[in-house]
């Protein structure tokens, strides 16, 4: 596609719930980064895919957060047992030349409750 | 611990005239630097960017300027325009690294 796709754009579940976030890089881009964005903060790192294989997931806050890539394309960042604190913007790059490269996509707005 | 600052969480300027964002780092082993505009509802796009090899980088109307010895840069737009108004954010990389560094952001607003 033209850009990075990231559905669904908003999410609210309850505390406790599994919740999965979608992203769809741009076609070709074999680098796809998943940041988060809380209120009032810059973006902050999660986790960097090259291909298909997590090739730094440093900034995963927990285990239960996880992220695949099966076919080195699109992505799925999961969390699981849901916190009101997990409540914030989760923003999805991708590049084809490292940090002097990304796109990043609109986001998904999740919402614990 | 916040490696990426900016302590202005706002900025108002005329129309026409210059605005001057500010961003301050602590990590000395950032050697790439980059500017992202938000606006509301999408991902951050990427504005300007400097190596640390350079003191200064222009793009048009956006010029950027690295201090390393007082590990502080600065965007300069000018002349603003209404459609300027966004949040921008200042972020860092370091040398090999594939993450960003991000600050807090300032939300710029041009008055017509």
């Known amino acids: 596609g033209a850009g990075v796709s990231q559905t669904p754009s908003n999410k609210v579940t309850e505390k406790g719930k599994y919740v999965e976030l979608r992203c769809d890089p741009i076609?070709?881009?074999?680098?796809l980064y998943w940041y988060r964005q809380s209120l009032g903060q810059g973006p902050e790192f999660l986790i960097y895919?090259?291909?298909?294989?997590?090739?730094?997931d440093s900034g995963l806050p927990n285990d239960r957060f996880f992220a695949v890539r099966p076919e080195g394309s699109v992505s799925t960042l999961k969390i699981q047992r849901t916190e009101r604190g997990d409540s914030a913007v989760y923003l999805c790059?991708?590049?084809?030349?490292?940090?002097?490269?990304?796109?990043f996509g609109s986001g998904t707005r999740l919402t614990v409750v | 611990d916040q490696q990426v600052k900016q302590n202005s969480p706002s900025l108002s300027v005329q129309e026409g005239r210059i605005s001057i964002l500010n961003c301050d780092y602590t990590?000395?082993?950032?050697?790439?630097f980059l500017w992202y505009k938000k606006y509301p509802a999408e991902g951050p796009t990427f504005l300007i960017s400097?190596?640390?090899?350079?003191d200064k980088n222009e793009d048009g109307r956006f010029t950027v300027f690295l201090n390393k010895s007082a590990k502080h840069l600065s965007l300069h737009i000018v002349p603003s325009q209404p459609g300027d108004s966004a949040v921008y954010f200042c972020?860092?990389?370091?040398?090999?690294?594939?993450?960003?560094?991000f600050g807090t952001g300032t939300r710029l607003t041009v008055i017509p």
């Open positions: 990590n000395s082993m950032f050697d790439y």
């Open positions: 895919f090259q291909g298909t294989g997590a090739a730094d």
């Open positions: 790059a991708s590049s084809s030349q490292g940090v002097y490269g990304y796109t």
């Open positions: 076609s070709g881009h074999t680098a």
């Open positions: 972020a860092a990389s370091r040398a090999g690294a594939n993450n960003l560094f």
């Open positions: 400097i190596s640390s090899i350079k």
